[in-house]
């Protein structure tokens, strides 16, 4: 129903050769000077924007281009979103052609959403098949969280220190945004909702005497929170399956099934959170794929429609008749353009077999940064999984005390080498879009670690 053509794998390559190529200075004059006039106007801009002021206004698949004519190679892919590349022409099209035919039919089904529905069903594990659609991640996530209240009757939620599910009230309840300025002015945490540490094997809470991390520990404490610190209406754990916003930070491979185990002891749902972290970024549909671990409940959000807004909540079919006490209707969710956009994604990714990709080449990543861990003395740990990754910065090894001067140098840098990414703090994020081969993987690692290199000068440990 998309009616359009798969286009070759390479349809990125043109764009991409010979990238990073920059003409003036950057940010350029043009950008500097289109950012200043937009500021005037827009209040809260985040500070990767601040310390970047740079315009874009072209991307072809792995290449975004500013307003001063300069090239760079991205590592971000927005913001996790277009990771099939920029405006791939497949999916470009598919959204072209649902814009010239029909809009918006509100919930009513159309032609490309049932294909949607069908093609969602066969790529996701289980029974995973009860579907509602929405345009935003948040709003997932929202419905996601009344979901989890429809099909238990209960009403309180767990969820972990670090994680980011969105800015709507519920959302944040589950999240670590108290602390950011806008929800700091009274209560911040609706009644119910608890957060609890989760594990990172870097900072570990609770070890093993063998100076691993002790998942069972995690587990018990668990345990004995739903116990002794909740009314014993535990509706859902709600959880990022590797935490983006945090730091591209995964959990020990045992932690997502032991969970499970006490999720199902508990009559408590298991609700996966995989905005970010789905839809092929790790290598897997699902990144809880990679343990085995089928959720109760999933959010779809960023890469599912590579650029265009759309979202997704899904259930197992057992809870699917569950969902008709909460309504899909939406204005924007599901409407054709949006449905071309994931159908078109999802079919993209079958088609150029970029599951496997992502995972020869996030392997090719996890190589060359180990072997930067040890030629670096303010890198203190690497991480990730697929095309998920992080670099964390530290002052010193031993301690572990984290650097974000530093990661503000680098990310500048970098950036200013023609490195298009998105680092927060000491923990450089690198979401580079799927597509991206070893060549051009390899090319913006060497910018980065030129970028670490001059920084160790700048402070003093080289
Ligand atoms: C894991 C996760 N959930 C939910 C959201 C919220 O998505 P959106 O910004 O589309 O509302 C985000 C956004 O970064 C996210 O990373």
Redesign the pocket.
Known sequence: MNNVQTTGKDWWRAAAAGIPHLITETPGPRSKQMHANTAKYMKGLSSQVKLFPVCFEEGSGIALTDVDGNKYLDFSSG?YVTSLGHCHPKISEAIAYWARKLMNAHDFTTPVKEKLMEKMASILPGKLNAVQLYS????A?EAAIRAARAISGKHEFISGYRD????SMS?VSCAQMYRSETFSYGPTRAPGFYMVPRPDPYRPLWEKADGTIDTDAYIRFYENFIKEGTVGNVAAFVL?PAQ??AGSIFPPDDFFPKLKTLCEKHNILLDD?E??AGMGRTGEWLTLNHWGVIPDIV?F??SFGNGFPV?AMVVSEENGEALEKISASSSYGGNPMACAAALASIEVIEEESLLEHVRTVGAFFMKRMEQMKLDHPIIGDVKGKGFLLGIELVKDKKTKEPFPEAGVAVYQKAFRKGLAWIPAGHILRMSPPLIMDEKYAAKGMDIIEDAITETEKEFGYR
Request: glycine share 20%; no cysteine.
């Open positions: 913001i935003d991640g948040t709003t996530v980011f599910h969105g800015k959302a990022e983006g916003w959170d905005v970010l959010t959000g960023k979202t």
